[in-house]
């Protein structure tokens, strides 16, 4: 007999470590190309594994991206477009990516990807989670972040009606983000570094004995969900003209109350925060977040539970 009511999920046979989405985020990149040359910290018994380079051309520039963002163009649109000369070299690479890892949204895709990020915010290792309702996933989560304790492993919830995007490793039936920072872009950190790689040690020690038949109770993680982006002030000519507070600078994931400071003008001025509740900032001064507008995102604390699940074995 169980020891709960058990949600039996097929088992992970494939899975796919992306690294360099963005060419200049190292950490990912210095990973799956030494996992290409030796990949035997990796391997998991029954497990395929396949560490992959995804934007190798920004890579090879160390830039986020050569026309586009590869990781917003995983729509239906983007995926279905006819391949023309002028069709953006992302968009075309997204294409041969889903057909090498998906279809996208079908039984052929690929059973999970960690797709490995950096950030130049204070954040920490945090992964990222796209669906509320994917036990297998929060399952997981809460056994890297019982792994990783008492060092802080925050998850991100982007689930939003208007806010989500298409990510790369959206193809995948479980989705993983994984932004480690802080980090310089174009830079690698050995101890930015290590956190990512212990994240894949314990999320591919988790698939394995999620794979050998090992049933995992019902869990409950605390994790942040993204309500909003906050932009800079600008003036009428689109100009920023304040920046990110020194009180609020490297305080990703710390509770910013009505009041509290938020920029800071550069005649001195102080910008506070308003707001009737408190909220969790996040991705606080991004420097690849300039030319999307975002000067930190808003998040609030919510709990998911996710139900007993095992693997449903031959």
């Not at 990781?71 to 239906?76: A, C, G, I, L, Q």
């Not at 983007?78 to 391949?83: P, S």
Request: charged share 25%; aromatic share 10%; with cysteine.
């Amino acid at each position: 007999m169980t020891s709960c009511f058990v949600i039996h999920e097929a088992p992970v046979r494939r899975v796919a470590i992306f690294g360099g989405t963005h060419g200049n985020e190292l950490s990912g990149v210095f990973l799956v190309k030494h996992w290409q040359e030796n990949g035997a910290e990796i391997q998991r018994t029954g497990l395929e594994v396949r560490p992959f380079i995804t934007n190798p051309r920004a890579v090879k520039k160390c830039t986020r991206y050569i026309d586009c963002d590869l990781n917003r163009v995983f729509d239906t649109a983007n995926l279905g477009r006819q391949t023309t000369e002028d069709i953006p070299y992302e968009v075309r690479r997204a294409q041969e990516i889903n057909h090498v890892f998906g279809p996208k949204d079908s039984d052929d895709a690929y059973d999970l990807i960690f797709d490995l990020h950096n950030t130049t915010s204070n954040m920490g290792g945090t992964l990222i989670l796209e669906n509320s309702r994917n036990n297998f996933t929060i399952q997981m989560f809460h056994y890297i972040k019982n792994a990783l304790a008492p060092e802080c492993c925050p998850v991100f919830l982007i689930e939003h009606p208007n806010l989500k995007y298409a990510t790369t490793r959206s193809i995948a039936k479980h989705p993983v983000g994984v932004e480690v920072g802080p980090q310089p872009q174009g830079v690698v950190r050995a101890d930015i570094l290590d956190k990512m790689r212990k994240i894949i040690k314990h999320g591919l020690d988790f698939v394995h004995i999620f794979n050998e038949g090992k049933e995992f109770p019902p869990c409950t993680i605390e994790v942040y969900k993204i309500i909003e982006k906050v932009d800079y002030p600008r003036n009428k000519n689109g100009e920023i003209t304040a920046v990110i507070h020194p009180c609020l600078q490297d305080q990703d994931w710390q509770p910013l109350n009505n009041g509290d400071p938020i920029f800071l003008t550069m005649d001195g001025e102080t910008i506070t925060y308003e707001g009737d509740s408190t909220v969790y900032p996040t991705f606080v001064n991004e420097a690849a977040y300039y030319e999307k507008k975002q000067a930190f995102v808003k998040t609030v604390k919510v709990k998911l539970t996710a139900k007993c699940i095992r693997s449903l074995l031959p």
